[in-house]
């Protein structure tokens, strides 16, 4: 077994009992990296130097008996949409080549304080708007199961990397999937907290009424480890929650006795895979088999999450992206004459197609005759869809569904099919709309060794809860000891 | 609904975006089937559903108006393709 191999919680106690260094642990990633990236290319940019800093720090403070934190000296990744001060920073898109951010996301400072080397920048789909990773202006990134194959988007270099094990865990955003989905596809756990329970403080902004950080890691221990560090309020973001943070790992291990778990019906389409739709009944099975009572629910709306979601989010990204303009930061054409056509040429060099098409489409929704029809219309149908969970959760304590109805797809089957490609997000982005936390767990394998994910949804701020019922399936069975098979 | 070339250049120029001739045609056919998918929503009845803005917010989000420090100049500009002593530096807009 290499070092690589462990857990978070797992090195954490190495790194306690004194049998292995922060800097040791730093330096296996920056090995593995090495040995694996150029097959996997979850990777944009590696800071090794400021890893390596900072796990001779954190192994300085283990030496006085003062660690920062239960995860301190556990190295981790960030997904390149997070600001670290120094650190080049582009969210996957040409448009912000160079540039080097002046602050530090707040949950960025989180981890610094918790004593986190941060290895590097994870690719992903450019201003995560995608669910493959083809859209970064860069390189897409691999699935370390099969490397023919998209690891899930848009924090798809995150889950490559963690499921590839170059770095013990990472964090991701989840704007309408974008945790869940490239963790269902790479056998790892990933979590979209309630909206407002991270901070979105340095987080470049796609949609803002949707987008939320969170954790992507091996096992569900890990997940509630890496949450307890980066859910605060933060006073620098005005949508942030001012809730307590629960003490996540508490509560881990209760179990699921005499839990009712709804299973929303419409979560399982026509079209699904049969053999993720199988993965899925057997899981459902499963709790069933450990004392939860499985529920049959509706929500009834969810038919239109997909039209709803595909306003909103391109309407408040055309809004968000306006900040592009060639004058402050990024990219800026040359030779234009005039303000206006600097705009339209810096925009029309710096992003790439799907950026623009959601630009487009954001912008029409928005503009003058279309805005009722369209953008108003779609928050109207947000509030039943929220409506949908609100009714569900009166008679079950959480939602238990598939993740996505297919297994990891080929890179470039999608590609020239936006609409297709949207289509993956069908039972992820309902979540987002409701503003509720979302849980991916790996809950088995396709015949052809491709890994399938469980969703696990709950009520705002029922994080522990979440976390509790995807351990309890974790317990009986250990799909993450199952390890991605890419070798140099 | 199918778009017109023209509403795709009519939208560019609103979103500031310079569009080549095969974008602009690739823009109208892949919108348009975007815009037919979305089309659904027009057959709910939403007329007594409030519109959500937010998932979360219930409370006022202004904080106390006092000043702050904020970021230096030279940092703020230290990202900035040109600049001109403490200033950004932009194309001449008046003649």
Known sequence: MQLTDLTMLELARKLDAGEVSSVEATCACLARIQQVDPRIRAFLRV??????????????????????????????????????????TTAGSRVLEGFVPPLDATVVRLLKEAGLPLV?????DEFAMGSSNESSAYHPTHNPWDVTRTPGGSSGGSAAAVAAREVFGALGTDTGGSIRQPAAFTNTVGLKPTYGRVSRYGVIAYASSLDQPGPMTRTVSDAAALLQVIARH???????????????????????????????????????????????????????????TLVDVSLP??????????????????????????????????????????????????????????????????SAGYYDAYYLRAQKVRTLIREDFTQAFKGVDALV???????????????????SMYLMDVYTLPCNLAGIPGLSVPCGFTKAGL??????????????????????FEREHDFFRRLAPVEA | ????????RHVATLARLALTPEEEQRMAT???????????????????????SHATLTASLLREDVTRPSLPPEKVLANAPAKSGTSFAVPKIIE
């Open chain 1, 234 to 292: 933060d006073p620098l973001d005005a949508t942030s929650a001012p809730a307590k943070t629960p003490d996540y790992s508490a509560e881990l291990e209760g179990g699921v006795r005499g839990l009712r778990l709804g299973v929303p019906r419409e979560y399982f389409a026509e079209g699904m895979d049969p053999e993720v739709e199988a993965a899925v009944r057997a899981a459902l099975a499963e709790y069933e088999r450990l004392g939860a």
């Open chain 1, 120 to 124: 590097g920048k994870l690719n992903l």
């Open chain 1, 301 to 366: 709306h969810t038919q239109y999450a997909l039209a709803t979601y595909y306003l909103i989010a391109p309407a408040e990204a055309s809004s968000n992206l306006a900040r592009y303009d060639g004058i402050r930061y990024g990219l800026r054409a040359k030779d234009a004459r005039g303000l206006k056509e600097l705009y339209a040429q810096t925009r029309e060099r710096g992003f790439g197609p799907e950026v623009k098409r959601r630009i487009m489409l954001g912008t029409y929704a928005l």
């Open chain 1, 451 to 472: 890994p399938v994910g469980l969703q696990v949804l709950g009520r705002a701020f029922d994080e522990a809860l979440l976390l509790r019922i995807a351990r309890a």
């Open chain 2, 30 to 52: 892949q919108l348009s089937a975007v815009l037919d998918a979305v089309a659904q929503l027009q057959t709910l009845d939403v007329g007594d559903v409030a519109p959500t």
């Open chain 1, 401 to 419: 569904a598939p993740i996505s109805p297919v297994a990891p797809f080929k890179l470039g089957e999608k590609v020239d099919d936006p609409l």
């Open chain 1, 47 to 88: 800071d090794e130097q400021g890893a390596l800093a900072s796990a001779e720090a954190s192994d300085a403070r283990r030496r006085a008996g003062t660690p920062a934190s239960p995860l301190d000296g556990v190295p981790v990744g960030l997904k390149d949409l997070f600001l670290t001060e120094g650190v080049e």
């Open chain 2, 1 to 8: 609904m199918a778009l017109t070339l023209e509403q795709v």
